[in-house]
DNA sequence: GCGATATTTTGACACTGTCAAGATTGATTG
DNA sequence: CAATCAATCTTGACAGTGTCAAAATATCGC
């Protein structure tokens, strides 16, 4: 009474191919009805599974939410190396502003996901997975090597250590995004005028 | 069979006080562990009500947490205008310095509060109560109209508008508060120095 | 004192995360 | 090939959640 093929993600027992199925479609539940119409349950079902299957895959719903902002990071970093290899000597300004508008356009289509990467729920308490915090770390390095380098170059001169200029203008950068992302700065037509001005406070004559 | 005093909260079925009880108590809990562990239940408990009685003060959680996040505008108005009252013209500078300082240790001795203010779980999908709209958008024309009369002093000179800079101003110490709240800029021994290099950024020469 | 009104309670429902025990399968041996 | 084992999935259960409806109780204006 064998169904066809083993590893085809059919209806059988052993669904085959859970983990990321799970994945996939937590990620898109939350970037569909936001973070809070996630739960365990509805999930299990839109895979097409029980209750809890999901648990022998996470151990947790927050080993589950680290996961997707895991994806996260992993974006931006793909992201911030595209960019920075780019750069020939002359445009790096223009380089960096790019980076900086596509980096909050990308946060604001991935509202969720965002939230998820730098949001209470996860960070507080340390209840960070290992391996997203890993990731997020060398973000973090990956951001401040970029800032150094502009500093050494002359293009950004705030008179701090370059590790001081990375974090003001990395919190910047999150301060934008966070009040695109909560509702407070809603005219996202504006938005693009906000980041200009904000790169221009960033990189002073 | 009554009672002493009626206006005393003491065990009746009529509690008299309820509605500050609650905010109070409400407020508490938040502080002590955090959003997430605030029930309605519990909070009933907690004021030695039942637990369907919040109802007929607050008509959600969703209200509940407006109102909690209204009391964190209202600090944060009038430590704005107790400080700019102070305002000699020499020391402008130094005064916009210290709100800044102000407002992020304030922001951190009461995280869970300043989440509810611009978290998402109350501005996203426009679920916030109409008085605490009101009250934030009145803080943030304070806001601006301080920058406005340091743009035109010429303390700040960003070269754009005064409200591009007050939102990237905003912006600035807004994701300094979150990356420190959410735990993200830990060493909270390094922070006074990184708002103050976030200050000089903004005060450029 | 009486009725209207405001306040509080009890009961109920659907939903949540997650643990423990059992069922089913695919892989690994002999 | 048959038997064992570990991985995977399911069913059952429990305590906790927000919130609605109906009933109970107190306070206030007359």
């Known amino acids: 009474m064998k169904q066809n093929s083993p590893t085809s993600a059919s209806r059988n027992y052993h669904h085959g191919d859970l983990y990321p199925s799970l994945l996939h479609a937590a990620t898109e539940m939350i970037a569909e009805g936001g973070t809070d119409s996630l739960s365990m349950r509805k999930l299990a079902d839109r895979v ?10 996470f151990k947790d719903k927050n080993a589950l939410l680290c996961a997707i902002a895991e994806q996260g990071f992993e974006r931006v970093e793909k992201l ?3 960019i920075r ?3 020939a000597t002359e445009q790096q300004t223009a380089l960096f502003s790019e980076y900086v508008h596509t980096y909050i356009e990308q946060a ?3 509202r969720e996901q965002y939230d998820l990467m730098f949001g209470r729920e996860i960070w507080r308490n340390g209840v960070a997975t290992a391996s997203l915090q890993k990731i997020s770390h060398q973000h973090f390095k990956s951001w401040l ?3 150094e380098s502009l ?3 002359g293009f950004i001169n705030s008179g701090d250590s370059p590790l001081r200029t990375a974090q003001v203008c990395w919190a910047t950068l999150h301060g934008l995004c966070r009040l695109l992302n909560d509702g407070i700065y809603t005219e996202q037509s504006s938005m693009s005028q906000i980041v200009d001005s904000a790169v221009n406070m960033m990189f002073k004559p």
């Open 48 to 57: 097409g599974v029980s209750r809890t299957a999901p648990y022998h895959h």
């Open 80 to 82: 911030l190396d595209e």
């Open 85 to 87: 290899t780019k750069a």
């Open 108 to 110: 604001y289509e991935n």
């Open 145 to 147: 090597s970029w800032i």
């Open 151 to 153: 500093c050494n170059q």
